[in-house]
């Protein structure tokens, strides 16, 4: 089951890695910027996104125009299997609610949906859309459990699953966020 | 199966996107660098080690003392899933052959086995030491079918299996690399 193994793929090589960090990578924001964005209205957990349908854009105001990215958390450089000092960082995006009320996200897509979302397009990969969609819940659920076993993870993420039944609401992305 | 998962994330979501840009990569890194080390004795590939064991170290001097870090290569910047300008490297060694020659090659561990080795130590995982030696090679043989197919990627890595039957042997590393 490829939704298995990518779950785990995401815990171990990626939200294990991170996650321990963020507060600290939040505090150090906060500290080069003037009225701490998430002091205000800010949220200080990863807010993990998971379409359905695995559509996923690079670029979040693409999807809604109420997102805007800010800036990104100060880089992270950990050495791992050869590669010195490989770089993760997150995205800060400034968020309007329906009351045009700024708030301040650390905000980003499952990046291995992306994979499964490609695969359904690769005809090698024997792959289809049917399996995409049971693939990214069975990728929602196995995450859930391993993280609701993390203690090092705890509180420190939100997983946001996104249904594809009202996409045509121009606004849709930043409400599910928000909702949150 | 996990292996068959990993293997296309590591192509769709990596291979496929540095392996295109590698040979412009090294061509900004030997301007930079005078007496091009890649002129003289490199290797203008992407070496990727495999072993079987799923035994990966982070840094490569640690498992071998004739090879030492160099350099990284100058990094590349792409908007990934929501986060802007995610950060993709190589790092770049000077190894001794038997000859205290020098040869600078760009090289790394698959990192996906560094998932296939955890998962083999998470008891909730369901994933055993000798599933994990299976999942390996399960990993290299389908990698090898995606890149043998892949026209971006053609001609532009070395998939290096790493038997752990010689790990007595010090340079037991080096010498794989550059038989290579
Ligand atoms: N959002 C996000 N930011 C990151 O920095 C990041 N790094 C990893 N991941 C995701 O976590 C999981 C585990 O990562 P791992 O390194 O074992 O596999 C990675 C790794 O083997 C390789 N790869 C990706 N980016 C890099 C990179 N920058 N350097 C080396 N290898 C990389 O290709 C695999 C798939 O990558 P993604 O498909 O982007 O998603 C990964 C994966 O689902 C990330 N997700």
Redesign the interface.
């Known amino acids: 089951?490829?939704?298995?193994?990518?779950a785990?793929?995401f815990y171990?090589?990626y939200l294990n890695l991170v996650l321990p960090r963020l507060e600290d990578s939040i505090a150090e924001f906060s500290a080069k910027n003037l009225g701490d964005p998430f002091q205000t209205r800010g949220f200080r957990k990863l807010l993990i996104?998971l379409p359905v349908n695995a559509n996923?854009?690079?670029?979040?105001e693409d999807a809604d125009t109420n997102i805007r990215?800010y800036d990104?958390l100060p880089?992270t450089e950990i050495?791992?299997?050869?590669?010195?000092?490989?770089?993760y960082?997150?995205?800060v995006y400034r968020i309007l609610d329906e009351n045009r009320q700024v708030h301040h996200c650390v905000?980003?897509?499952?990046?291995?949906?992306?994979?499964l979302y490609?695969?359904s397009q690769?005809s090698?990969?024997a792959f289809g859309e049917r399996d995409r969609r049971e693939q990214v819940l069975l990728f929602y659920r196995t995450l859930q459990?391993?993280l609701d076993?993390s203690l090092e993870c705890r509180n420190r993420y939100r997983l946001i699953l996104l249904s594809d039944e009202n996409e045509d609401d121009p606004h849709f992305l930043s409400k599910a966020i928000l909702k949150n």
């Open positions: 089951n490829v939704a298995h193994g990518l785990w793929s171990l090589g996104l996923i854009t690079h670029k979040l990215f990104n880089n050495d791992r299997a050869g590669v010195r000092g490989r770089v960082k997150h995205s905000v980003e897509y499952a990046t291995p949906l992306l994979t490609k695969m690769e090698s990969a459990d391993i076993c």
